[in-house]
């Protein structure tokens, strides 16, 4: 999600010991490698589709068992009244890195992450577009994964954050929008509030609303064509991209956006309009030229043809579309 600044600090505290505690009372094998292999990064899911050992962005979201066992940390994921994605626990292993890169698939359009650190050090720096900083244990924190980012564990101890994905309600953006204004008057001199500390209840009963309707089985018109208007903005802003292969693009993705319409409109969610559905799909991806970043993105240079696949033709239809026909 794009934001006004690469980080943004929120107001508010957590205790990074008893979080630590808790993750460390986990069992190995709740660590799960990173699902593209990457050297040195593991999470634990603490939401995920169904409660399993899943790294799936779509479907019914559930606390997992090993969630159940660490009670502060859902009373910190509680605390902030908000309906919430897959979460984890992620650890960068000492003198290992989260290599740059930018979140773009169809998650990421409508969601951000809040970073809490439970275990770090000074050496851990995470780069977001120019800015570089150190998150400091217990601290809250959300990032722009729209500008290009990147972490480095220059320490010789494992890193762990308790990383929480949510959309955000009016609530919550009201209360970014302050921390904007408040970060603002720091850099001319006034002092930064105290964050609001949440400490250990052992008597507390955490509520933990999650997401259950994240995606349908056929994506609504209206959400394809605000999907697709933001990309075509982003890629014919680019000073260095070909005009006619930006007018072949635009034209290829409007006239998507408008034969899905056509199809919806018959057809909506009933099983026989899947054919016709995953035929507009596939003229897309046909339409694509053969070089990956033959366009790219005005905001951080990244190749439009996968912007595509995995923000719009892998979202349009979900993974279990079939069975979502089938009972709809």
Wanted: with cysteine; charged share 25%; glycine share 6%.
């Amino acid at each position: 999600m794009k934001l006004a600044r690469p980080f943004i600090r929120l107001p508010f505290a957590f205790d990074a010991g008893r979080l630590a505690e808790e993750a460390e009372n986990l069992v190995h094998s709740a660590w799960k490698p990173h699902p593209l292999g990457l050297a040195g990064n593991s999470a634990v899911a603490l939401i995920s589709r169904e409660g399993g050992d899943n790294d799936d962005f779509g479907g019914r979201m559930r606390p997992t068992p090993h969630l159940r066992q660490c009670r502060y940390h859902q009373q910190v994921m509680a605390s902030f009244g908000e309906v919430l994605a897959r979460s984890r626990l992620m650890k960068l292993d000492a003198g290992h890195e989260v290599s740059n890169h930018v979140d773009f698939n169809y998650h990421w359009y409508t969601r951000v992450r809040i970073h809490i650190p439970v275990l770090t050090r000074p050496e851990v720096i995470f780069f977001c577009g120019d800015r570089q900083i150190h998150m400091a244990a217990g601290e809250c924190w959300i990032f722009d994964n729209w500008r290009r980012h990147k972490v480095l564990n220059g320490s010789d101890a494992d890193r762990v954050h308790l990383v929480i994905d949510l959309a955000g309600s009016s609530r919550f953006w009201k209360m970014v929008r302050e921390m904007l204004q408040i970060e603002r008057s720091t850099e001319h001199g006034r002092e930064y509030p105290q964050p609001r500390f949440l400490p250990y209840d052992p008597a507390a009963q955490a509520n933990i609303p999650v997401e259950n309707y994240n995606d349908l089985p056929v994506m609504a018109p209206g959400e394809v064509d605000a999907l697709i208007a933001a990309l075509i903005g982003e890629f014919a802003d680019h000073p260095a991209n070909d005009p006619e292969l930006i007018e072949e693009y635009r034209l290829l993705l409007t006239d998507f956006a408008s034969d899905w319409r056509e199809v919806w409109h018959r057809h909506g969610f009933q099983p026989e309009g899947l054919p016709h559905y995953r035929k507009l799909t596939e003229r897309v991806r046909r339409g694509l030229h053969p070089q990956r970043r033959a366009l790219v993105t005005s905001s951080n240079n990244v190749g439009v043809n996968p912007i595509i696949v995995q923000r719009i033709l892998r979202a349009v239809l979900a993974a279990d579309v079939q069975e979502g026909f089938r009972n709809g």
